[in-house]
């Protein structure tokens, strides 16, 4: 599982592209594995290799409802013979009727808790959650999404295989700003990274992303404005642009992180944010599943 193939690269060519003079690829990590891939799978690798060379028993992480990272942690827990806790930020009720998401996790053996949302900031400071993890054997922290400085590590190796002489710039969803982080440390100083958060009043990731950078870099933006009211949030307009980029272009793309930011992408082109000529490669970081959990 955590051989990691070549580049599996989709150009497109495409109305907005071809009147801009652009060429445009697309990274398709989704195609890594059916079940987990894309950037959570390159976030957990070095929280694995860790786990391992600790000799711990249990991983324990967080999420919520529809966490991309919950579901691959389970995944791969199962495939690995990983015991893996999610505390879940949700009401016990809440757990009840789970959704696919968490059923998945449930199906693969993870251990849901559930702890408020007010427990649920505060992580591992929660007096509530210290206490829940002590029924744990041996337990090792992931922070929320694989975020961290392994985490960051691992987002590194998005990279790898690609030949970056070939591209201007280079454009992602972001989340925690881990991702984009490992992205912008590894890219070249000619390329120009874009960050595009799918989350409303996101200007706390700037400082956030300058903490992960390894050294002190100007190649990298965010776009802030693809949010579609928050996360998780989507309306008729990106579900119809979803939906013509599948039809049209067999580019699967899911409403909460990919379709947001692909999004983004064609406007910033509208706009002569990313200028005419450019050579543009966007990294589809997976998480299709969570198309089924936002529309059930």
């Known amino acids: 599982m955590l051989n990691l193939p070549d580049p599996i690269v989709q150009s497109l060519k495409i109305h907005e592209t071809s009147l801009l003079d652009v060429s445009l690829d697309v990274k398709r990590d989704d195609l890594i594995d059916p079940i987990v891939s894309g950037n ?10 860790e786990f391992k060379k600790l000799n711990a028993k249990t991983l324990i992480t967080f999420g919520g409802a529809y966490s991309n990272h919950l579901h ?12 893996t806790v999610g505390f879940i930020r949700a009401e016990a009720h809440e757990l009840e009727r789970p959704t696919p998401t ?9 251990q ?5 949302r007010s427990e649920y900031k ?3 400071t929660s007096n509530l959650v210290m206490a829940l993890s002590e029924k744990y054997e041996q337990p090792y922290w992931v922070p929320e999404g694989g975020a961290g400085t392994l985490g960051v590590k691992g987002a590194e190796r998005i990279l790898d295989g690609v030949d970056q002489s070939q591209y201007d710039v280079v454009v992602a969803a972001c989340g925690t700003g881990t991702t984009i982080s490992g992205i912008i440390n590894a890219s070249e100083p000619h390329v120009q990274v874009i960050g595009v958060p799918v989350l409303k009043g996101a200007t706390w990731m700037f400082d956030e992303i300058k903490g992960n950078l390894s050294k002190q870099q100007q190649n990298w933006d965010l776009a802030l404005d693809y949010h579609f009211g928050g996360y998780a ?6 579900l119809g642009f979803i939906e013509s980029m599948n039809n049209q272009y067999q580019l699967p793309l899911d409403s909460v992180y990919t ?3 692909f999004f983004g992408l ?10 005419k000529g450019s050579r543009v490669l966007f990294i589809h970081t997976g998480g299709l599943q969570g198309n089924r959990s936002t529309s059930s």
């Open 40 to 49: 959570k799978l390159f976030k957990l690798i070095d929280h694995l290799s």
């Open 122 to 124: 505060l992580k591992q």
């Open 259 to 261: 379709g947001k930011a």
């Open 102 to 110: 968490l059923a998945d996790c449930q199906k693969w053996g993870m």
């Open 266 to 275: 064609i406007d910033l082109m509208k706009c002569g944010k990313i200028k």
């Open 112 to 116: 849901l808790e559930p702890i408020s």
């Open 72 to 83: 691959a942690t389970a995944y791969m827990g199962k495939k690995l013979g990983i015991k």
């Open 233 to 238: 949030k989507q309306n008729s307009r990106l």
